[in-house]
């Protein structure tokens, strides 16, 4: 076989491997997007230029990642002058899949020396098949009377949408100008720099730039009919227009966070705007942290901030994941466990220490239940997954995040909060801008454990890296956390099962913080084999369990509650529920608790609705409902 049509491969011990660019012989610097939206053909349409440098002169091609969108030229920039390159597209790798068909470019022969850095332009246009977009029909909007457009890159879908380095290794800044028909706003994430209207095409184009590098999972555009409403100097949210005011009231608190967050890493928030945009219900994550524009799903809006959670760690990810970024998908603890760590700090400085307690004790048993699922001897309940030749999302759970969370925790509790906390400041401090593995955090701490705590080598003889990062199954260390709102909720929940429930716990249910309510139930489903139909009764006629009086965490529980104990009186509410939200962590347990009770029945419903779903919310429930 000719060098021309060999397979692109990769190899097993390269940094990333969820990449088939060869970003360590020649690597992205900075990128020029220009994108087109036309709602009409459901297309993503324009330009990538990127300038390069080389690592290694000999690199005889540039390889980037792509699946999905068709490649209309690629040229090479110099000065004012183009000149044409070829290229072709890997179509039938081993991979393609998982990681998509690597777009393969030769690289001009410089007559003279090679230049240090070059640049290339590649002009692409998006189809049906670029899973990280999705287009909305107006009915799956909330006015119904505008079109929604919102892409999803973590982990690997950049490459659905434009060729790239899809690498986290291989740090971007970017600059885009985006161009939508009126009246759409057409968001990306980054700073906006000027709008201009163009009347002849009926054209609003917008500039944006994004100063800081950024990991190409980050890139994120969104566009719809949208209103502004500002939170402090520096917060604001995008909502569709009318939803506005709420989301300013449930997401008030986003300045408090960033303020704790800065106090506590010693580093004053980088990024300059921190805007929120509310996505239809679609969107399959609870948050996702693009860069001066976190994503979130409308299930926050419950009209009492008590999901705010979700923002506070999605703030969170501006210096851990954002700043200091996880190098690749089998370090995605790195992004993940910090955050949920920060997150957790902010609730304990802001809260206390009984509500942090509590958080941390649903995460437990949330993650004793995912490696329950798994199965214990699942690669993917370790921190170092082999995620060889698969989509990095296949194996989402929280597991990165609980796992994570419960190492650091351990961490600190050897050595005490202050010190920790000078820990984070000095880790953030030194990888800030950075890609890094876990041995960037682990090299901070030992470090300065060792000139710093008393006795610091005998406490860092006691940690066993090997086995925090690599053994598998149920958690082996065994944590405390107490907590009396986790206490009380306990109690009651075995009020109720032991028959002992009354209308006058009602009172006591409903003053209840989010967070305890959930804990309550969570505690009902570990127990669902004492829920027998006099328990399920009585719960009913206490709590009643309305949608328009619970928010969309307690339907949820709620729902797995009546599913699992095969009553089929929440149906039309269930189904009704799961029209309502496409958010993963709700549509998944409940579709699965339902397809145990009614194969059939849930099987046909899905495959009716399953187009108003996200296509990575549709392909994981498909694993089960097909
Ligand atoms: N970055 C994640 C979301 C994500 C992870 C998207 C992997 C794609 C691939 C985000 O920060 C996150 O963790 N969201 C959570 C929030 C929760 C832990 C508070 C979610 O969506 O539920
Ligand atoms: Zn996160």
Known sequence: MSDEQKSIKIDPKSDDISTFSNFTQIQQKQVEIFASLDFSKKTLSGSITTTYSYIDKTAKELILDLKGPKIEKVELIENEKTTPLTFRIDLNNEFKDSLGTPLIIKLPDFQNEKPDSLKIKIDYITDENCTGIQFLEKEQTFNKQHYFMFTQCEAIQCRTLLPIQDTPSAKILVEAILEVEKPYKFLFGGIEKETSYDEKTNKTITKYTQKIPIPSYLIAFACGNLEYKKISERCGVYTEIGLGDKAKYEF??????????????????????????????????????????????????????????VIAHEISHSWTGNLVTNKNWKNFWVNEGFTIFMERKIAEILYGDDMKNLESLVGYEGVLKDIEMLGEDSTYTCLNPDIYGVDPDDGFTTVPYEKGFQLLYYLESLIGKNDF???MKNYIDKYKFLSVDYNGFKNVYEDYVKKNVNKGEEVLKEIDWDKWINSKGKPFYKFNFESKLGDDAVKLGDKFLNGNGSLDDKNVFVNWHTNVKMYFLKYLMKNIDKVNNDVYNKLKEVFGFKNEHYNMEIMNLWFQISLKTKHDDFIDDVKKFLLEIGRLKFVRPVYFSWYEFQPKESKEYFEKNKMVYHPFARRILSMKLK
Do not use: C, H
């Not at 008030?252 to 966070?257: P, R, Y």
């Open 252 to 309: 008030e608190d986003s300045e408090k966070f960033i303020e704790t967050a800065e106090n506590y890493l010693g580093r004053k928030y980088d990024w300059e705007i921190y805007n929120l945009l509310v996505l239809p219900f679609s969107f399959p994550y609870g948050g996702m942290e693009n860069p001066n524009l976190t994503f979130v799903t409308p299930s926050l809006l419950a009209g009492d901030k008590s999901l705010s959670n």
């Open 421 to 423: 906390q000078n820990i």
